[in-house]
């Protein structure tokens, strides 16, 4: 297969390029640095900047007859209360996040519809699916990205192509040194340090990279696809249905014990 996987200088990116490149697939990396790896071909791409995706994808059809995956992995976090979060910062974070995967996979349907087949992963969050605490724009970015994903759906199925969110919960990598960080004001200032502290500890305890390949991989495998996959430990991912099946009040009453906010 040839895959385009975005966000691959480190991290989950990173993991994947060289997992499915191992695997024999013919794998191009796209992330704003060029990175060194026997393992696929790295194409330095801003992907908020739609001609640099446009140069990107027809460098990458230079040498390939189609493209077959395209997994939108580049992101980043942010963290911080929504009163001290500024236009500049939140509107950085929707363009890469949104907008850079909207992007993204319009450069490569055209192709994809030539060859009436392809398959889309944008990689989402399982806190896309409830406001968390001082992430409040970070989940709603990834929340605008599944609902463009399942509205997707049913604009590209007559070509074989589905599309598909894939939630996941902490991840040991370092997105912690590249989130958003907003100046946190003194009312918030105790409180938001010890979520803070929780929030990167999660990541440390989180799952490796290396099993979210292997998870890829396995829904790459599937004939038909849910618009929604959730991979990630058991504790987060339960917070999904009990959002579904709790009341708000008590829902929240357990995610402030979960984030340490009671």
């Known amino acids: 297969m040839t895959i385009i996987i975005t966000g691959t200088s480190s991290g989950i990116g990173f993991v994947l390029a060289e997992y499915f490149g191992k695997k024999g697939h013919k794998v191009y990396g796209l992330s704003r640095k060029h990175t ?12 908020t900047d739609n001609t640099a995706v446009q140069h990107a994808i027809a460098e ?32 950085k974070l929707f363009n890469l996040n949104l907008v850079g995967a909207v992007q993204m996979m319009s450069a ?10 392809g398959k889309i992963i944008n990689i989402s969050s399982i806190g896309s699916e409830m406001g968390l605490p001082f992430r409040g724009f970070y989940s709603a970015s ?39 960080k907003t100046q946190v004001s003194e009312p918030y200032k ?11 500890s999660h990541v440390g305890d989180g799952t490796e990279p290396l099993e979210v390949a292997a998870y890829v991989e396995t829904l790459l495998n599937k004939n038909k696809w849910k618009a929604h996959y959730y991979f990630g430990k058991f504790g987060q991912k339960i917070g999904v249905p009990l959002k579904w099946i709790l009341p708000q009040g008590t829902y929240e009453n357990l995610m402030k014990k979960y984030n340490k906010l009671d």
């Open 142 to 180: 990834k929340s605008a990205l599944d609902k463009v994903t399942e509205a997707m759906r049913y604009e590209v199925y007559p070509w074989n192509i589905d599309v598909c969110s894939l939630h996941l919960g902490d991840i040991k990598t370092n997105i912690a040194e590249n989130r958003v």
């Open 108 to 117: 490569v349907l055209p192709k994809m519809r030539e060859n009436k087949f």
């Open 36 to 47: 060194e790896s026997q393992h696929f071909t790295s194409i330095p791409t801003d992907v």
């Open 190 to 200: 105790n409180i938001f340090d010890k979520v803070y502290a929780l929030m990167n």
């Open 60 to 91: 990458v059809l230079r040498t390939e007859s189609k493209i077959d995956v395209l997994i939108n992995n580049a992101g980043m976090g942010m963290v911080g209360a929504v009163e001290d979060s500024t236009k500049e910062d939140i509107l």
